[in-house]
């Protein structure tokens, strides 16, 4: 918004403008090209609570913060009309490029990614199949996925009409196949916890010619993700834009087989008769991921892996220094792969709940968001701003000095 007082004192400075012409002559657009608009702080103008995010990229705490040259993109977004297939195949075209893949598509988050690829896969370029979604009569219907994998994100499946079909192991998953059968999904994630690895997965949907998804939406870092899935055999790969990437929040990326993406475009706008007609990614968000993923491939990744490092280091020694109270840190080896912190201490030594530890942070100032359960509070740094790791490591050792 335009300050009055502001504007007419930008124009006072303007002394030949203003001086030849006078005030009275200049449109408003004059006056705004020539006077300061002044900053707003909309968080503080609607009361909405800003804090350090020491916690990770949550889509609560609104995921991750996009850089000077991401947000310049998406303005740059803003200046002109495009047709918007045109863009998003341009720029599908240059993510592909880039990620060494046969094809790509930026989408509305991994969960978009995640629909609209199983609707690809469901309907093929059938244009009637796309409209009657999510009635799947006379679609192949059924998405096969290990029982360890079937968090709440399923949900992005199940948005088709599609049905989830769980299974224990690899002789289980080789039962369940049947002409119904239109998608083998994997959740990176919890690669761990299932009975089938990546690659023995990929070779299942193979042997039986169906498509393999890997949900892959937190797992960058570590950077060869983005380059490893696709290479490895998976059809379709998706990542979010706002977590590792620090892309648009709402925004990220579907990658894989061509014929299967150009399939997952149909139920996408601008066509309007389809379930993904909702899910719209605006010309802005296109550029903002597209940038936002060449820098993150520029980056120096092994710098940036030592900095998270030394910032985990010291808050964990800050916290050491209380009595009672003692660390870890850990690398989770799928999904949020960043160094991490865990905070303990014996309740009857250091008397403060850990919930109660976590209230105190998000109620300090600056307000601080960290995550943890019972047992313990955690803590990780990629998300913060340079210097603010300083002011986690104080608070935390105040925290538990006072408790
Ligand atoms: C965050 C996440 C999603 C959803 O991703 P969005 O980009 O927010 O749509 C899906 N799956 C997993 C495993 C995730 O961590």
């Known amino acids: 918004m335009l300050s009055r007082r502001k504007a007419l004192k930008a124009l006072s400075t303007l002394p030949v403008i203003g001086g030849m012409l006078g005030p009275s002559v200049l449109s408003a657009k004059t006056v705004e090209a020539v006077a300061i608009p002044e ?9 909405v609570r ?22 310049d993109a998406i303005n740059f977004g803003t200046t002109e ?21 046969e094809y790509a598509t930026v989408s ?48 992005a499946l199940t948005n088709t009409g599609a ?16 002409k119904n059968t239109a998608l ?14 990546r690659e023995e997965f990929v070779a299942l949907g193979k042997k039986h010619n169906v498509p393999t998804f890997i949900d892959a939406a937190a797992d960058v870092p570590p950077v060869d993700n983005l380059f490893k899935f696709t290479k490895m055999g998976f059809d379709l790969v ?50 903002g991921m597209l940038v936002a993923l060449e820098l993150y491939l520029a980056r120096d990744h092994e710098k940036e892996w030592e900095l998270w490092e030394n910032q985990i280091q010291m808050i964990s020694d800050s916290a050491k220094s209380i009595k009672g109270v003692e660390t870890e840190i850990h690398v989770p080896p799928h999904a949020n792969h960043v160094p991490s912190l865990k905070i ?13 530890m976590r209230e105190q942070l998000r109620d300090g100032h600056p307000s601080i968001e960290t995550v943890g359960n019972n047992d313990e509070v955690g803590i990780t740094t990629w998300m913060m701003e340079p210097g603010q790791e300083r002011i986690v490591a104080k608070r935390v050792k105040e925290v538990l000095e006072n408790a």
């Open 50 to 71: 800003t804090f350090i995010n020491a916690a990770g990229t949550y889509t609560s705490m609104t995921g991750s913060l996009m850089s000077k040259p991401v947000t």
């Open 184 to 197: 083998l999904w994997f959740l990176n994630a919890n690669t761990d916890q299932g009975a089938i690895t």
């Open 39 to 47: 900053a707003r702080n909309f968080f503080k103008e609607l009361g």
């Open 108 to 155: 509305s988050g991994a969960f978009g990614a995640m629909t609209i690829g199983l609707a690809g896969v469901m309907c093929g370029a059938d244009e009637e199949k796309v409209k009657q979604l999510p009635d799947t009569s006379g679609v192949r219907n059924e998405v096969i996925l290990q029982e360890a994998h079937n968090i709440g994100y399923t949900h």
């Open 344 to 356: 303990r201490w014996d309740e009857n030594v250091v008397k403060i709940t850990k919930d109660a």
């Open 163 to 178: 049905k989830l079909i769980r299974v224990a192991n690899a002789k289980e998953l080789e039962k369940a196949i049947n």
């Open 81 to 101: 009309y495009v047709n918007l297939d045109e863009l998003n195949d341009k720029v599908g075209e240059r993510i592909a490029q880039l990620l060494k893949c």
């Open 238 to 287: 998706a990542f979010s834009g706002g977590k590792g990437l620090r892309g648009p929040q709402s925004a990220g990326l579907l990658l894989g087989r061509k014929d299967l993406i150009k399939a997952a475009r149909m139920h996408t706008p601008p066509r309007g008769t389809t379930i993904a007609r909702g899910m719209k990614v605006n010309k802005e968000e296109v550029l």
